[in-house]
C-alpha cells in the first residue's frame, strides 16, 4: 500500500471552487493510476474521476462530469481536483487511490484519511 496524502479540502459555498491535492510519497513501477473518490455520510463511497500517470487518459464520475478536473504533476508525485460549480451534495469526505489498472482503484481496501468538503447552501 503506497502512502497517499490528501488535502485541500474546506468549507465552500454553493457554486465555489476549492483544489484537493493527493500527493503520493512512493511512486514505484505499480502505479499508472491515481483516482478520487467520495463518501458523503450515509451513502456508499463514490467514484469521482482518474487519471493515468502518463499521457493524457481520464475518466469522470457521472455525477462530476463537466465540474470536477483530474490532473497530475509528475515531477511532484502530486494528482489534483479541481472541482468547480460545487452542490451541498458534494459535501463528503473525499479520497485518493492509487492502482496499476483502472479496475484496480476500485479494489482498494485500505483507505487513508482523506480531506473533508463542505459545500453550504
Known amino acids: 500500500q503506497v502512502p497517499l496524502v490528501e488535502s485541500g479540502g474546506g468549507l465552500v459555498q454553493a457554486g465555489g471552487s476549492l483544489r484537493l491535492s493527493c500527493e503520493v510519497s512512493e511512486r514505484t513501477f505499480r502505479i499508472f493510476l491515481m483516482g478520487w473518490f467520495r463518501r458523503a455520510p450515509g451513502r456508499d463511497r463514490e467514484f469521482a474521476a482518474a487519471i493515468k500517470w502518463s499521457g493524457n487518459t481520464t475518466w469522470d464520475g457521472d455525477s462530476v462530469k463537466g465540474r470536477f478536473t483530474i490532473s497530475r504533476d509528475n515531477a511532484t508525485n502530486t494528482a489534483y481536483l479541481e472541482m468547480s460549480n460545487l452542490k451541498p451534495e458534494g459535501t463528503a469526505v473525499y479520497y485518493c487511490?492509487?492502482?496499476?489498472?483502472?479496475?484496480?482503484?476500485?479494489?482498494?481496501?485500505?483507505w487513508g484519511q482523506g480531506t473533508q468538503v463542505t459545500v453550504s447552501s
Open positions: 487511490a492509487a492502482a496499476s489498472d483502472y479496475a484496480g482503484l476500485f479494489d482498494v481496501e485500505n
